[in-house]
């Protein structure tokens, strides 16, 4: 099993930009499927990108495409999100996820086996 740490998350004013990590260990992370999924009080569990195993193809939730980036260093056993432009709508728990295979239904937390704790960011307006 993988077990995967989040990091990087904070305070940030609107406009800014944050870049977050997830540390797998346990597995490498090569072997894996990666997402990032936010959660925001009172509200469900929402995908905001994914990456494949080689980070040769990323997918994004509409809502953060050309603001955020998703990559991966297999070397580092680490993926990233970057953040830019941050909105107060932006604020959430944000989550890594990790499944051994790319299926169509990326876009569900179910899909997902292995979960990180968590990461809060916060964006003031």
């Known amino acids: 099993q993988v077990q995967l740490v989040e990091a990087g998350g904070g305070l940030v004013q609107a406009g800014g930009s944050l870049r977050l990590s997830c540390a797998a260990s346990g597995r490498t992370l090569s072997s894996y499927f990666m997402a990032w999924f936010r959660q925001a009080p009172g509200k469900e569990r929402e995908f905001v990108a994914a990456?494949?195993?080689?980070?040769?193809?990323?997918y994004y939730a509409d809502s953060v495409k050309g603001l955020f980036t998703i990559s991966r260093d297999n070397a580092k056993n680490t993926m990233y999100l970057q953040m830019n432009m941050l909105k107060p709508g932006d604020t959430a728990v944000y989550y890594c996820?990790?499944?051994?295979?790319?299926?169509?239904?990326?876009?569900?937390?179910?899909?997902?086996?292995?979960w990180g704790q968590g990461t809060q960011v916060t964006v003031s307006s």
């Open positions: 996820a990790g499944d051994r295979y790319y299926t169509d239904d990326y876009k569900l937390a179910a899909k997902y086996d292995y």
């Open positions: 990456i494949s195993r080689t980070g040769n193809t990323p």
